[in-house]
């Protein structure tokens, strides 16, 4: 069976300094692994997504994120935080054989202090 | 192109009454799933649909809700009686039939209070 673990509730980071929300992943075969942002009250915002290819995969807004295979990892990172970047994050899977449903960590909230 | 759109944003509702949250997926997209929301917690599919048809509806309550996806027009997700306990944040997101398939876009969501 699918799951995602996010070990983290809350992230917080200065402005500038380089962040990091992990997330580690349980699935059969091989993974689709996603990262989506949540503003409050808002729907979840596609940050990048991880298929095959190279492990190291750019998305939306400065984020990137590392296919860890061995860790089981699919940790978010951003080489420098800004205070706009503090909203809650959701890791997402899915396996390549079984459900078309995504499976959702419970997310992190990050703040970025100014 | 708009992307996904679901209405409506907020609804109220009292115990026993019926809610209609409606979903109207991406141009181009026939892959509707609907995710439910509680306070603080994560997104957890309920059903997966393409037109006219309900492909996966493992996370659907056995009781009281549906969904549909008819030939024409929005998704509909229904939800009978309703009780305090379905008080959360519905979104809907879709995927189109080819190309990036695998990439599922939401919808601002419905949230639903039930008092």
């Known amino acids: 069976a699918q799951s995602v673990a996010q070990p983290e509730d809350q992230v917080n980071v200065a402005e500038g300094n380089p962040l990091t929300v992990k997330c580690t992943y349980s699935?059969?075969?091989?993974?689709?692994l996603f990262w989506y942002v949540q503003y409050p009250n808002r729907g979840l915002q596609f940050l990048l997504k991880?298929?095959?290819?190279?492990?190291l995969v750019k998305g939306s807004y400065g984020f990137e994120a590392e296919f860890n295979k061995s860790q089981t990892s699919f940790h978010l990172k951003k080489p420098s935080a800004l205070v706009s970047d503090s909203a809650l994050y959701f890791c997402?899977?899915?396996?390549?054989?079984?459900?078309?449903?995504?499976?959702f960590g419970t997310g992190t909230r990050l703040t970025v202090i100014p | 192109n708009a992307g996904v759109m679901q209405n409506p944003r907020h609804l109220v509702r009292r115990r026993g009454q019926e809610a209609r949250l409606r979903c109207s997926p991406m141009?181009?997209?026939?892959?509707v799933y609907w995710y439910r929301q509680l306070p603080e917690e994560g997104l957890k599919f309920m059903v997966y649909?393409?037109?006219?048809?309900?492909?996966?509806e493992s996370g659907m309550p056995k009781e009281r809700f549906s969904a549909e996806f008819p030939k024409e027009g929005p998704s509909i997700l229904r939800i009978q009686q309703v009780v305090r306990g379905d008080s959360a944040a519905y979104f809907c997101?879709?995927?189109?039939?080819?190309?990036?398939?695998?990439?599922?876009?939401f919808g601002p969501g419905t949230r639903l209070l039930v008092l």
């Open positions: 649909l393409q037109k006219e048809n309900i492909i996966d």
């Open positions: 997101a879709s995927s189109p039939l080819a190309g990036e398939w695998e990439t599922q876009y």
């Open positions: 991880y298929i095959t290819g190279d492990n």
């Open positions: 699935v059969s075969g091989n993974p689709y």
């Open positions: 141009k181009g997209h026939s892959h």
């Open positions: 997402a899977v899915r396996d390549e054989t079984g459900a078309n449903n995504l499976f």
